[in-house]
């Protein structure tokens, strides 16, 4: 069983937007910070945005503040990923990680236990 499954991903125009959601099964989700990384073309996977077990704390990386945003349902074991005004640069596989407990050095990858396999996202100029 794959504890975290990826959808939503596929092409979009540069101004545009998508939602990508992030199914968990196997684990008590709400006892796990959620955070969605990326990883562009021959560059590093990079930390976006992570959200605390209940949802009261968010962290967004500076490059989608203001564009991006985070939310997460307990009880459909789903969190999900609002991408707005979309750009080029942000084409990548996006993976959402799921950690326990406190979501402190929340982009710390080596800190996540469940990983999603990916999901595509390509945003064209």
């Known amino acids: 069983e794959v504890p975290l499954v990826e959808s939503g991903g596929g092409l979009v125009q540069a101004g545009g937007s998508l939602r990508l959601s992030c199914a968990a099964s196997?684990?008590?989700?709400?006892?796990?910070?959620i955070g969605w990384f990326r990883q562009a073309p021959g560059k590093e996977r990079e930390g976006v945005l992570c959200?605390?077990?209940?949802?009261?704390?968010?962290y967004y990386a500076d490059s989608v503040k203001g564009r991006f945003t985070i939310a997460r349902d307990n009880a459909k074991g789903t969190a999900y990923l609002q991408m707005n005004y979309l750009r080029p640069e942000d084409t990548g596989v996006y993976y959402c990680?799921?950690?326990?407990?406190?979501?402190?050095?929340?982009?710390?990858?080596?800190?996540?236990?469940?990983w999603g396999q990916g999901t595509q996202v390509t945003v064209s100029s």
């Open positions: 990680a799921a950690r326990w407990g406190p979501i402190t050095d929340w982009d710390r990858q080596d800190y996540y236990a469940y």
């Open positions: 196997g684990f008590r989700f709400d006892d796990y910070g």
């Open positions: 959200i605390s077990s209940r949802g009261g704390v968010t």
